[in-house]
């Protein structure tokens, strides 16, 4: 559910501290999200991570959801919770937004200073409030709140770190304008349509999961079948599974991707010999029941959807999926009604 703008896009990580009834994080829903409150840290060279263990292992009745260096949009409590982040007896936030901010607003904190890049910091600050704009229906200029506004007798931040850098708050809030106005919202969800839709299909059927796509394929739409899809693949990876194709997964479909072209065939000129041995997987899924079989003999593993035609091997192991297409002058079968099957059949021919 990332924004992209002028070719940005960050990875968002999620590594949240524990949860602590009296402390930092106390699990409680936080209900609608009204607005966003922008903080900075006021530590000067302290990390997104450095706060993260502070925060984990004092377990103060203080906190932020997210921390934002150089390195990371790191996310330290699920922003469906409550964060501590402006005092309940401060009434600025009633006034602005009629509810207080630790009940209705995510607070995301700018870190700075140190060893730490600022550019990249605050290029990774403006488009997370873009992303969270975009996530929660709000808007730049009408829902983003400094800390200073709600708590001006005792805070000074975001402005104390954005004018050490030459920034101000207008010029925050443009900056977020930039990438909030990108050409892409940067997330897909159910209802959305077009090129990126259908790219986004063309990567789940190549990265094995185009079973949940039919009988429609890669049309274009988001609709059931596109959700269900992204929600079996959301599984597969150990990601939050909530059938968006937001920041995190469409990072991880991509690195898929990027290593499917990496192990496409490529025969090179100067090789006069083909293989002896190889392995042909049906999806990315079924790599994990290859790599047994590829240590036992010595043999590359390639996935089906990135073969050229033609003949690649003398020998061939197929792992899932049918031979169908393939040729080889001998082709050794290892599939199944599903993948307990399959990894039955690879167990039983590394026993023999």
């Known amino acids: 559910m990332a924004v992209k703008s002028s070719g940005s896009v960050f990875l968002i990580t999620q590594d949240y501290i524990n949860v602590d009834r009296h402390g930092s994080r106390s699990g409680l829903s936080i209900g609608k999200v009204l ?4 903080h900075d840290t006021g530590n000067p060279g302290s990390t997104a991570y450095g706060n993260r263990k502070y925060f984990n292992d004092h377990q103060p009745s203080a906190g932020a959801h997210t921390f934002i260096d150089d390195q990371y949009i790191l996310e330290i409590i699920p922003l469906w919770e409550k964060a501590w982040h ?10 602005l937004f009629g509810e207080d901010a630790n009940d209705a607003a995510i607070g995301v ?15 990774r600050y403006c488009w997370y409030f873009a992303y969270l704009c975009h996530k929660f229906g709000l808007h730049p200029r009408k829902h ?25 708050w207008d010029s925050f809030i443009d900056n977020v304008m930039h990438y909030y106005n990108g050409k892409e919202k940067g997330y897909l969800e159910s209802g959305d349509s077009g090129n990126e839709v259908k790219r986004l299909q063309q990567d789940l059927i190549t990265a094995g999961f185009g079973k949940h796509l039919e009988p429609y394929g890669a049309d274009g739409d988001y609709g059931e079948c596109t959700e269900n899809a992204v929600k079996a693949f959301q599984k597969a990876t150990g990601l939050v599974v909530d059938g968006i194709a937001g920041q995190n997964t469409l990072a991880k ?11 496409k065939v490529k025969i090179a000129k100067e090789e006069e010999e083909m293989l002896d041995k190889a392995i042909v997987i049906n999806a990315f899924a079924d790599f ?23 003949k690649i091997a003398k020998n061939l192991y197929v792992v899932g999926g049918t031979q169908e297409g393939l040729k080889a002058d001998n082709i050794t079968l290892l599939s199944g009604h ?5 990894a039955r059949a690879v167990e039983d021919f590394l026993s023999k």
């Open 288 to 310: 994990p029941l290859a790599e047994p079989l590829a240590m036992r003999i010595k043999a590359p593993i390639y996935i089906r959807a990135a073969l050229p035609q033609g």
């Open 86 to 95: 402006v005092q309940y007896q401060k009434t600025k936030d009633n006034e």
């Open 109 to 123: 904190e700018l870190c700075w200073g140190g060893s730490i890049d600022f550019d990249k910091a605050y290029e």
């Open 338 to 342: 599903d993948r307990f099957d399959v």
């Open 144 to 168: 983003i709140v400094a800390h200073s506004t709600l708590d001006p007798s005792r805070r000074s931040d975001p402005e104390n770190a954005l004018k050490r850098y030459g920034k101000s």
């Open 253 to 263: 479909i991509k690195a898929i991707i990027d290593n499917l072209n990496k192990i």
């Open 35 to 38: 607005f966003l409150v922008a």
